[in-house]
């Protein structure tokens, strides 16, 4: 399973950007899937996330600012990121979580990452 991530940019602040990241291989289904991000120096901590039901999980900094979404046809996820901050700034991280493949009672799953975007945001 592999992930392809798009969509950061250079952005002044108050500005938007929409992430996207797709998901392709084989597999059977995809339960989780989710954005963080690694500010230069610190480590990579949780954004966002959405189950396939569409239970959805957000940092506090970002409530009422991002979004997250998903497209299961297309094994999608999507980050709407508005009224973004300098602090914003960093490197984001998709991330998804599923059923790989099944053999009798074996349940083999999948826990990957996407290759990361800049996402920068000026004062």
């Known amino acids: 399973v592999q992930l392809q991530a798009s969509g950061g940019g250079l952005v002044q602040a108050g500005a938007a950007l929409n992430l996207s990241c797709a998901a392709s291989?084989?597999?059977?289904?995809?339960?989780?899937m989710g954005w963080y991000r690694q500010p230069p120096g610190k480590q990579r901590d949780l954004v966002a996330t959405?189950?396939?039901?569409?239970?959805?999980n957000y940092e506090s900094a970002v409530k009422g600012r991002f979004t997250i979404s998903r497209d299961n046809a297309k094994n999608t996820v999507y980050l709407q990121m508005n009224s973004l901050k300098p602090e914003d700034t960093a490197v984001y991280y998709c991330?998804?979580?599923?059923?790989?493949?099944?053999?009798?009672?074996?349940?083999?799953?999948?826990?990957?990452w996407g290759q990361g975007t800049q996402v920068t945001v000026s004062s």
């Open positions: 959405i189950t396939s039901g569409g239970s959805t």
């Open positions: 991330n998804a979580e599923g059923l790989r493949s099944r053999s009798g009672d074996n349940y083999y799953s999948f826990d990957v």
């Open positions: 291989g084989t597999f059977i289904s995809i339960s989780r």
